[in-house]
T-cell receptor, first 113, second 114 residues
Framework: GDSVTQMEGPVTLSEEAFLTINCTYT??????LFWYVQYPGEGLQLLLK?????DKGSNKGFEATYRKETTSFHLEKGSVQVSDSAVYFC????????????FGTGTRLQVFP | EAQVTQNPRYLITVTGKKLTVTCSQN?????MSWYRQDPGLGLRQIYY???????DKGDVPEGYKVSRKEKRNFPLILESPSPNQTSLYFC?????????????FGPGTRLTVL
């Protein structure tokens, strides 16, 4: 079945460092891909999405490109801030009529001043 | 403000005592889902609904019930909770069933079953 694999956390960075969180997927067909962020004590917020191959999603300085050839959707940010500390989830949309998002296990990012 | 709301946010209960977690959305979305989040497992879908009176099982439906009598509400019912249902629960809604649509999540309900 479809699945999402994310790099293990926690990822620990200093402020202004470059961030990459790896995400690869397995899917039949061409799903949409999403990054959600969960700040401490809060629900999930959509960070960015891409709906077809070679699309780049971007928001708040974060970017991810839908790479069909490598089945990847890696999250990047050029300069992280302490306020970016959160758990990041990569997800793909099930193409059946199930309303389901298939999530990775999440990657915790900790940014220190 | 467009949002998904859940109540309660925190709940501690005992084995076997029936409980309901409410979910409501004000965006006129057709699709709604319930997920549970467990450490190391990410989020897994429990049940979903495509519209009023239309519901179906997700990946982990055992021990749960849902209903969709109104478009805006999608309560999650645990008729006889057990400790393995201790988890963080999220309700979500989406405008249509299109895979390109964004799912919007509620703030979560942290449930502890003793």
């Amino acid at each position: 079945g479809d699945s999402v694999t994310q790099m293990e956390g926690p990822v620990t960075l200093s402020e202004e460092a470059f961030l990459t969180i790896n995400c690869t997927y397995t899917a039949t067909g061409y799903p949409s891909l999403f990054w959600y962020v969960q700040y401490p004590g809060e629900g999930l917020q959509l960070l960015l999405k891409a709906t077809k191959a070679d699309d780049k999603g971007s928001n708040k300085g974060f970017e991810a490109t839908y790479r069909k050839e490598t089945t990847s959707f890696h999250l990047e940010k050029g300069s992280v801030q302490v306020s970016d500390s959160a758990v990041y989830f990569c997800a793909l949309s099930d193409l059946g009529n199930t309303d389901k998002l298939i999530f990775g296990t999440g990657t915790r990012l900790q940014v220190f001043p | 403000e467009a949002q998904v709301t859940q109540n309660p946010r925190y709940l501690i209960t005992v084995t076997g005592k029936k409980l309901t977690v409410t979910c409501s959305q004000n965006m006129n979305h057709e699709y709604m889902s319930w997920y549970r989040q467990d450490p190391g497992l990410g989020l897994r879908q429990i049940y979903y609904s495509m519209n009023v009176e239309v519901t179906d099982k997700g990946d982990v439906p055992e021990g749960y019930k849902v209903s969709r009598k109104e478009k805006r509400n999608f309560p999650l019912i645990l008729e006889s909770p057990s400790p393995n249902q201790t988890s963080l629960y999220f309700c979500a809604s989406r405008l249509t069933g299109s895979s390109t649509d964004t799912q919007y999540f509620g703030p979560g309900t942290r449930l502890t079953v003793l």
